[in-house]
Nanobody
Framework: VQLQASGGGLVQAGGSLRLSCAAS????????MGWFRQAPGKERDFVAG???????SYADAVKGRFTISRDKAGKTVFLQMNSLKPEDTAVYYC?????????????????WGQGTQVTVSS
């Protein structure tokens, strides 16, 4: 099973990026999927999650700016990031858990992507 994250890059403050995470080896149609981020010297933090029915959860720091979505096949999850700020700079990881509801802790997830760097310049 692999999760492949893509879409990161360098963007100016106020700009947008769209991250994608593609699953191979199995589908996650009955599972929750999420995005976490980790800045240098900091812990890996929850950003957003989507449950098996499409219900979403967000960290307070990104509410109103980020949108998580998934395809019905359970193979791809997206993170649309708008109004980006320098403090959003981090490596972003996608994750999937073998449960249908969103978790907010990294140890609640069973599969991880390799991470994609997002850098927001001021």
């Amino acid at each position: 099973v692999q999760l492949q994250a893509s879409g990161g890059g360098l963007v100016q403050a106020g700009g947008s990026l769209r991250l994608s995470c593609a699953a191979s080896g199995r589908t996650f149609s009955s599972s929750a999927m999420g995005w976490f981020r980790q800045a240098p010297g900091k812990e890996r933090d929850f950003v957003a999650g989507v449950n098996w029915r499409g219900g979403t959860s967000y960290a307070d720091a990104v509410k109103g700016r980020f949108t998580i979505s998934r395809d019905k096949a359970g193979k791809t999850v997206f993170l649309q990031m708008n109004s980006l700020k320098p403090e959003d700079t981090a490596v972003y990881y996608c994750a999937a858990r073998l449960r249908p509801v969103v978790g907010v802790l990294p140890n609640e997830y069973d599969y991880w992507g390799q991470g994609t760097q997002v850098t927001v310049s001021s």
